[in-house]
């Protein structure tokens, strides 16, 4: 009991990261069924992507511009496995690690215990990216998959109806693998986020909330998203007749 009471900053600290990461996804989720948002916007221009698809015979564009997609995940899920033997070495020489940050100002003194949570939770972060990254892949891979099997142009055996319903499905499997790549450059954002708590925990609360406002800021405010929103109009006005 006296030791959490002797470490209630980094307790709070920790709940508040917790706090930050889980409420922002629910409420990102929830505020993105009713507002536009990245997520919510892209979804629609992927949905206008698969009408187009089946309007063209000629499907490799469609075909690399998903597999682009799914390296994109291969990069960042081969980048976690790096940064978690990184991560599981210094755990391995906590010692070391912690007397070369109590050389560094402003960092506070901390117990090798506490240290070693600090590393334990900092991989837990990047395990989640993994998942998430591979997932994604996964994803991409199904929506390869649905790309292929895309009725053609002239196939009379295929109503309206079942390629509305194809380019809805196939819109949606992408923007699932989307979701997962964006849950997994969340987590690469808080990982960042928890290397302040190696300095001191206050600061740890600071970057945390920082990182929740950046991704609002990014997710519903940003101006790629008012561009991608924004549709101008021309209006065209019928010529004049010369009036003599």
């Not at 307790?11 to 536009?36: E, H, M, N, Q, S």
């Not at 992507?49 to 000629?58: F, P, V």
Request: glycine share 4%.
């Amino acid at each position: 009991m006296s030791s959490i009471l002797r470490n209630w900053p980094h307790l709070v600290a920790i709940l508040w990261f917790i706090t930050c990461w889980v409420g922002y996804t629910r409420y990102a989720i929830w505020k993105g069924r009713d507002t536009a948002c990245l997520a919510s916007v892209l979804h629609l221009y992927r949905e206008d992507w698969m009408r187009r698809l089946l309007l063209r015979d000629n499907r490799i564009a469609d075909a690399s511009v998903i597999g682009n997609l799914e390296r994109n995940a291969s990069f960042f899920a081969s980048s976690t496995l790096i940064i978690l033997a990184g991560i599981l070495t210094v755990l391995g020489s906590t010692d070391r690690a912690v007397s070369v940050l109590a050389d560094l100002p402003f960092v506070q003194p901390a117990s090798r215990g506490i240290s070693e949570l600090k590393l334990l939770g900092l991989a837990v972060v990047f395990v989640y990216a993994f998942f998430t990254f591979s997932w994604c892949m996964r994803q991409y891979n199904f929506a390869a998959i649905l790309v292929g099997s895309a009725p053609m142009i002239g196939e009379k055996h295929v109503s309206e109806q079942e390629r509305k319903d194809f380019a809805e499905r196939t819109a949606r499997v992408i923007s699932l693998a989307a979701n997962q790549f964006n849950f997994g450059l969340r987590s690469y954002y808080f990982g960042l986020a928890m290397l302040a708590w190696f300095i001191n925990p206050w600061f740890f609360v600071i970057v945390t909330t920082g990182v929740v406002l950046v991704l609002y800021r990014r997710e519903f405010h940003s101006d790629v998203l008012d561009v991608m929103v924004y549709t101008p109009t021309q209006a065209l006005e019928a010529p004049k007749e010369k009036v003599e």
